[in-house]
């Protein structure tokens, strides 16, 4: 990830003459964050991916920003926050929001988590309809396609296309179950999977934006902090190492980060609801929780491009996934 720099304007121009720096606060915002001037006819805005459970949003975010920093398992509901991806063109810059997937919740952050996909619908420019272009619409489908709002800019993106039916016939019934869902928005195909499909979507999402600033520096690729990335590489590890009744009962905690000139020292916890499970984490021996460590360490030593000294730690916290004030000390909120 991009470091933010400290000064965006030059101190000589092209032809080598010294600029004059402005003296405006939101000139001096912009030296300071390196946010540019939007040249004319330039666009920007907020798009939200939205739709069930395991229809490959993080996925697709990470590749519309040729970067991981969505975490992604084949386990439903992997993701929990609301996560930023920012792609910068010559012509826009878009900010992808990765939502959780709309399910029918089960305990209190399960409510977080469809509330705020509820939010971003209401908050973005254009909502990106993802969903599983290999079957045809469903009722989870129909369900989040009457939570759309009617007046919002939508496209309907057919992801997992490489898995979709070949014969024509019935990948056209596919698409027209999806566009009966939302008459009038266009479809798109893409996988996740293959970035020489993504172009199409990118271009029809710019039409659809309005003229806008830059919102970010160009060379920023999300919002979220370097800690944030950290602790959800480390709960993608648990999700691919663990048994099912583990994943939903996981949260992880960055406690503390060293940074020296040879390696960044990281010491994080796992926090789980019961006994059994932070005997599943720790597995016989430690075996189990020295997999999940090894295998995260290599996944943040690719985001700092550093060498990294990762040591985790289980914690038993019953029911935390109801509990308020347990959820608000993770940064689960409900934006609505």
């Known amino acids: 990830m991009a470091d933010i720099p400290t000064e965006a304007v030059p101190k000589e121009g092209p032809d080598g003459m010294e600029t004059t720096p402005k003296t405006t606060a939101a000139a001096q915002e912009v030296l300071t964050y390196g946010i540019p001037t939007a040249p004319p006819g330039f666009k920007s805005g907020f798009v939200a991916l939205i739709g069930r459970p395991n229809v490959g949003k993080s996925t697709l975010l990470n590749a519309l920003v040729g970067q991981k920093i969505a975490i992604t ?5 992997t993701t929990r926050n609301r996560l ?3 792609l910068s063109l010559p012509q826009a810059q878009i900010i992808w929001v990765d939502t959780p997937g709309i399910h029918k919740p089960h305990h209190r952050l399960g409510e977080i988590l469809v509330r705020n996909a509820q ?27 009457e939570q759309i709002p009617a007046e919002s800019a939508c496209l309907i993106v057919c992801n997992k296309s490489d898995l979709a039916p070949k014969d024509p016939q019935t990948r056209q019934a596919y698409q ?14 893409v996988s996740a999977l293959d970035p020489g499909s993504l172009p199409p979507l990118i271009e029809a999402t710019i039409d659809l934006l309005p003229a ?32 099912e009744e583990v994943p939903h009962s996981v949260a992880v905690i960055i406690d503390q980060v060293e940074e020296t000139p040879t390696v960044t020292r990281i010491l994080a916890t796992l926090l789980v609801e019961r006994d059994s499970q932070k005997g599943i984490l720790i597995g016989k021996g430690g075996e189990m929780l020295k997999r999940i460590g090894q295998a995260a ?10 060498k990294v000294y990762l040591e985790l ?14 959820l608000r000390d993770l940064g689960y909120r409900a934006e609505i």
């Open 313 to 326: 730690f289980v914690k038993v916290r019953p029911h935390w996934r109801r509990s308020e004030p347990i």
């Open 212 to 243: 806008g600033p830059y919102y970010y520096p160009p060379e920023l690729v999300t919002d979220q902090p370097e800690r944030f990335i950290m602790a959800e590489l480390i709960r993608e590890q648990v999700l691919l190492h663990t048994r």
């Open 176 to 189: 027209e179950s999806y566009q009966a869902l939302r008459a009038g928005a266009p479809v798109v195909w």
């Open 119 to 145: 939010a971003a619908m209401a908050a973005v420019d254009v909502i990106l309809f993802v969903v599983d272009g290999s079957v045809p619409a469903g009722r989870g489908d129909a369900y989040i396609a």
């Open 73 to 77: 398992s084949p386990v439903a509901q």
């Open 84 to 86: 930023q991806g920012i």
């Open 297 to 306: 360490r290599l996944q943040i030593q690719k985001l700092i491009l550093g």
